[in-house]
């Protein structure tokens, strides 16, 4: 019964979000895409995140969709994707960019975490009472393996990759994005995403973090020397910090994030 009760409280609490998603008409309108073309993405969604293992949530996935789903085609921008783990996450945003027709960068070391510094190698959560502890190779999975999820369920024609650990990998970077989803755990990770996307990012875009809950990591969002310092603006801040978007009721989500319109550069 209590394995029953719990699967009825993970379906039913969904069900806002989801109503919101398919019967909000800006999200789809500038592509043509109605009610049942949403609800196509949602079904394909729900059998994505049971047929590749994910850490993030399909109302998560959603949330993200429409964030690209009312977004105008005339801005121009990729989508960016940093930690994809299996490509549970990867596989899902790939069908939202064949819709978009934007191109969705994948970028992962394959090798799993970093080792990290002493601060990073444990986080406070404290909306749900614990820590998030981090290791080195921790969430490794091979591009061999996204390749393979991308090729069953996902749209591997609209995807590029850039492999390696962001401090080196991301230091090039010079393509303009609308979009950027982050689930990289470490604030070592973090703070080279944001150098390399903030300068690109346009101003309709956001720049989401699926560590919404961990103080530690969303606080380099109000951190103003260290803004002022790489960046040369104020410190934007971050919406859902602390407990993530209200995606669903009592739980939020791991959700947050940051929109370059905030602090007007």
Not at 68 to 95: A, F, I, M, Q
Not at 125 to 149: C, I, K, M, W
Not at 235 to 242: C, E, K, N, S
Request: negative net charge.
């Amino acid at each position: 019964m209590e394995r029953v009760m719990e699967r009825f409280f993970q379906v039913t609490s969904k069900i806002p979000y989801l109503l919101v998603f398919l019967t909000d008409r800006e999200i789809g309108r500038p592509y043509g895409i109605g009610i049942v073309g949403k609800l196509r993405l949602v079904a394909a969604f729900y059998r994505n995140t049971q047929r590749v293992e994910t850490l993030s949530s399909v109302v998560e996935h959603l949330e993200l969709a429409a964030a690209l789903l009312r977004l105008p085609p005339t801005v121009e921008g990729v989508v960016v994707e940093c930690g994809c783990y299996r490509g549970g996450s990867s596989v899902n945003l790939s069908l939202v960019c064949g819709l978009v027709r934007r191109r969705l960068v994948i970028c992962d070391s394959f090798e799993g975490l970093p080792k990290p510094a002493e601060y990073d190698e444990s986080h406070p959560v404290p909306h749900r009472d614990g820590t998030e502890d981090y290791h080195e190779g921790q969430f490794a999975a091979s591009l061999e393996l996204v390749h393979d999820n991308l090729r069953r369920y996902g749209r591997p024609d609209v995807c590029d990759f850039v492999v390696g650990f962001f401090d080196r990998s991301l230091a090039d970077w010079d393509r303009p994005l609308v979009l950027a989803f982050l689930d990289v755990d470490l604030i070592d990770s973090l703070r080279p995403c944001l150098t390399a996307f903030w300068p690109q990012l346009d101003p309709a875009g956001r720049l989401y973090v699926h560590e919404a809950g961990d103080l530690d990591l969303v606080a380099t969002f109000f951190e103003a020397d260290w803004w002022q310092r790489e960046l040369g603006i104020p410190a934007p801040g971050f919406i859902g910090a602390g407990t993530g978007l209200p995606l669903m009721p009592v739980v939020g989500s791991e959700l947050g994030y940051a929109r370059k319109a905030a602090v007007g550069g």
